[in-house]
């Protein structure tokens, strides 16, 4: 519910090709934010880092900056995808919502 969150910031989401803007909670993960919004993704594990199915990619449209590199192991997990994207592809997991997040392009893979 919008008045739980504190901190709000506005997150520009893409699924299935329809544009929507959700809040996400500072510091939570990008994945808590699109659960909450009843986002549909399949999100396995949990959140544990093991499944791959949070992919999302991250594309610019609002900043030249570059959005923080996944690790190893992240990385590992995101190329086995078909989908993968070299500097666009992470997991909704493993990522923090944050002001920086706002000027990307959010869109949610279909695995
Ligand atoms: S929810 Fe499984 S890797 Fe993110």
Redesign the pocket.
Known sequence: MISNITNAISLNIVESDIEKTVLGEKDESL?EALQRANVPVA????????????HVLLQPYNTKEEFKSPDAEEEM?LEDSCYYMQGQSR????IKVDKQLSKYKIVIVQE
């Open positions: 994945l999100a396995i594990c949990g959140g544990q880092m093991s499944c791959g199915t949070c997990l997991l909704a997991c493993q």
